[in-house]
C-alpha cells in the first residue's frame, strides 16, 4: 500500500523527541518522551499500558493492537533512553540539512521509534485485524536494561519473532547477530603505609590491580572474538603512601556465551588468590548480555526480509555486530530476533551521530512490507 508519509511532519515529529534530555539517568526526560509517544500511538488504535520497572528508572511503554491477546505474532522493540547529560539538547539541540539530521538521539534511537509508529499507522486494516502485535519500549538500553531486562523477556517470551528498531548502518545493512557483552568493576584493597619509612608494612591496591590488567589483556581471544578492555581505573591517595584502594572498570565482548562464563570464573578465581600477598578483591559484574546468535528460525526471517528488501530496491546486507542491543535479550530466550529497522545513520553515542533523510521513507517501506508478510 501507498505509504502516508512527508518528510517536513516526520521531522517536526522527530524534533520533539530529540529535544528532550532523556538520558538513562533521567527520568523525568524519559517521562516526558513516554508523554509524547502515548497519545500518538493511542490515535492510532494501539492501546499504551505504562509499567514502572523501579523507583529510580523512567518508564517503559507497552503498546498493542491486542490487549487481551496470550500470544503475539510479533514484538516491535526500542528504547527511549540516550546517553546524554542533562545540557546536551542545549547545546546542541535537533537540527538537519539536506541530507542529515542531527542531535542527541537523533538515529539512536528517536528515529527508529518514530518510523515504528508510521509503520503501524500504515499497515493495512486486514493486516491489523489478523495481526497480533506488541512493542516494547524499554527505559534503560543504554544501562543494559537493567531494570527491563525481564520485563522484555516476559513479552518475547509470547512473541513468534522480534524486529529491533534500532539503525540501520549507513551501508543499508541490518542486524543478524550481536556480540554479548558485559560490565566488571574490580575493587583492590590493600594496606596503607608511608612509603619512605614503611614501605615493607604496605600491600599496594596498585601493584595488585597493574598485575590484574596483565592478567586480563592475555585472556582476550581475537580468533574467537572473546575481548576484554580495563577502560577505567583509579585509586591512590598521595605518591608517598603505599595505596591501600584501587578500582577498575573492565568492558567484555563475546560471540560465543560459554567463553563469558570462562572468563567470569576466571576473575573469581582470581579474585581469591590474589598477585599481592595480603591483598583483596571483588569482582562486580554490574550487567551482562547473551550473544544474539541467529537460528534456523532466524535464517527464515532473514530469507522473508531479505525478499521484501529486494522487492522495494533497498540497498542492503546482512553483518554482524559488535556491539549489543535489546535484540540480545530476546534471541536469549530462544525467539527468531533481527535487528536494524530504523532509518541508516551511524556515529552513536558522540557528537557525530546523523540520520540519513532519504533512508527514512525506504526503511519504512521495509518494515510495513514485512508486517505485511508476516
Not at 542533562?86 to 542527541?104: I, L, Q
Not at 542486524?175 to 594496606?191: C, D, M, P, T, V
Not at 572468563?263 to 550473544?291: I, Y
Amino acid at each position: 500500500m501507498a505509504l502516508d508519509f512527508e518528510l517536513k511532519e516526520y521531522l517536526s515529529h522527530l524534533s520533539r523527541l530529540v529535544n528532550v534530555d532523556c538520558g538513562s539517568h533521567t527520568p523525568d526526560g524519559i517521562q516526558r518522551i513516554a508523554d509524547i509517544l502515548t497519545p500518538m500511538f493511542e490515535n492510532i488504535g494501539f492501546t499504551v499500558i505504562r509499567h514502572q520497572p523501579h523507583p529510580e528508572s523512567g518508564p517503559c511503554l507497552e503498546i498493542t493492537n491486542n490487549p487481551e491477546a496470550d500470544h503475539y505474532d510479533v514484538m516491535l522493540c526500542g528504547h527511549m533512553d540516550t546517553v546524554f547529560p542533562v545540557g546536551t539538547v542545549a547545546e546542541r539541540p535537533f537540527s538537519h540539512d539536506d541530507k542529515n539530521a542531527y542531535g542527541p538521539g537523533v538515529t539512536d534511537m528517536k528515529s527508529g521509534l518514530l518510523s515504528a509508529w508510521y509503520a503501524l499507522k500504515s499497515l493495512s486494516e486486514e493486516k491489523r485485524a489478523s495481526l497480533d502485535i506488541v512493542m516494547a519500549i524499554n527505559c534503560d538500553e543504554e544501562i543494559g536494561s537493567v531494570y527491563s531486562k525481564e520485563w522484555l523477556q516476559s513479552i518475547a517470551k509470547k512473541s513468534t519473532q522480534v524486529l529491533v528498531c534500532e539503525a540501520a548502518r549507513p551501508s543499508g545493512n541490518l542486524i543478524r547477530a550481536r556480540k554479548g557483552n558485559a560490565k566488571y568493576q574490580l575493587e583492590f584493597h590493600g594496606i596503607a603505609s608511608h612509603a619512605g619509612s614503611a614501605l615493607a608494612e604496605g600491600v599496594s591496591a596498585i601493584y595488585e590491580l597493574s598485575r590484574w590488567s596483565l592478567a586480563i589483556k592475555d585472556m582476550v581471544n581475537l580468533d574467537t572474538g572473546t575481548t576484554l578492555n580495563v577502560g577505567l581505573i583509579e585509586g591512590g591517595m598521595a605518591v608517598n603512601v603505599v595505596p591501600d584502594y584501587a578500582k577498575a572498570m573492565v568492558d567484555l565482548r563475546f560471540w560465543n556465551n560459554e567463553e563469558a562464563e570462562q572468563v567470569h570464573q576466571a576473575l573469581v578465581n582470581m579474585a581469591e588468590n590474589p598477585f599481592e600477598a595480603g591483598a583483596r578483591v571483588t569482582v562486580t559484574r554490574q550487567s551482562f548480555k547473551p550473544s544474539m546468535l541467529p537460528t534456523s528460525d532466524t535464517e527464515a526471517l532473514i530469507q522473508l526480509v531479505s525478499k521484501e528488501a529486494e522487492s522495494l530496491g533497498i540497498q542492503y546486507g546482512w553483518e554482524d555486530a559488535g556491539g549489543g542491543s535489546d535484540g540480545n535479550f530476546t534471541a536469549a530466550v530462544g525467539v527468531p530476533t533481527l535487528d536494524g529497522f530504523g532509518p541508516m545513520g551511524a556515529g552513536f553515542h558522540s557528537e557525530k551521530e546523523y540520520l540519513i533523510l532519504d533512508s527514512i521513507k525506504p526503511r519504512i517501506e521495509l518494515l510495513v512490507n514485512v508486517l505485511e508478510q508476516l
